[in-house]
């Protein structure tokens, strides 16, 4: 399956973005999906999942209470939606994609997303 993310940017400190990720080639449906981050010099991390029905999401402690993840399989989408950003929050997010349904927070996924870059500026 392809990815392909967008909707990054800068924004300032409190403010909010929605970040996308288009899915091709095979069934999104098949594929638990993921938000994943990596800021300069820290090791990449996993921000939220979603299971393929939608019905179960994981939020990193870090994010949760601000950030959403949906996804609409009809439109082969999955959505991160960020709110209340902070500096911290800088950082390269890629959407990744899991044939596993269960525990995503917790293991290896298969395909990624070529990174959109998130700027919070304080």
């Known amino acids: 399956v392809q990815l392909q993310a967008s909707g990054g940017g800068l924004v300032q400190a409190g403010g909010s973005l929605r970040l996308s990720c288009a899915a091709s080639?095979?069934?999104?449906?098949?594929?638990?999906m993921g938000w994943f981050r990596q800021a300069p010099g820290k090791e990449r991390e996993v921000v939220a999942t979603i299971t393929r029905s939608g019905a179960t999401t994981y939020y990193a402690d870090s994010v949760k209470g601000r950030f959403t993840i949906s996804r609409d399989n009809a439109k082969n989408t999955v959505y991160l939606q960020m709110n209340s950003l902070k500096p911290e929050d800088t950082a390269v997010y890629y959407c990744?994609?899991?044939?596993?349904?269960?525990?995503?927070?917790?293991?290896?996924?298969?395909?990624w997303g070529q990174g959109t870059q998130v700027t919070v500026s304080s």
């Open positions: 080639g095979r069934t999104f449906s098949d594929y638990g």
């Open positions: 990744a994609a899991a044939r596993l349904n269960y525990g995503l927070e917790n293991k290896p996924f298969d395909y």
